[in-house]
């Protein structure tokens, strides 16, 4: 079953259809991790995830 949802960022129309609640992927367009936190109505529900990068020290 394919899910829609829409960037909370740049607002970029997105569909997905191999994920489940609590996955994560990127937004193809701001390239911004989401969390998907819901799905209510095949209706992404979803959040910006802060990425930790690594510190390597310089």
Do not use: H, Y
Request: hydrophobic share 40%; charged share 25%; proline share 3%.
């Amino acid at each position: 079953m394919e899910l829609t949802g829409t960037c909370p960022e740049c607002e970029t129309k997105l569909a997905v259809s191999d994920l489940t609640v609590g996955e994560t992927f990127t937004c193809p367009e701001c390239v911004l991790t989401l969390r998907i936190n819901a799905v209510e109505d095949g209706v992404l529900v979803l959040e910006m995830v802060e990425k930790q990068l690594r510190d390597w020290g310089q």
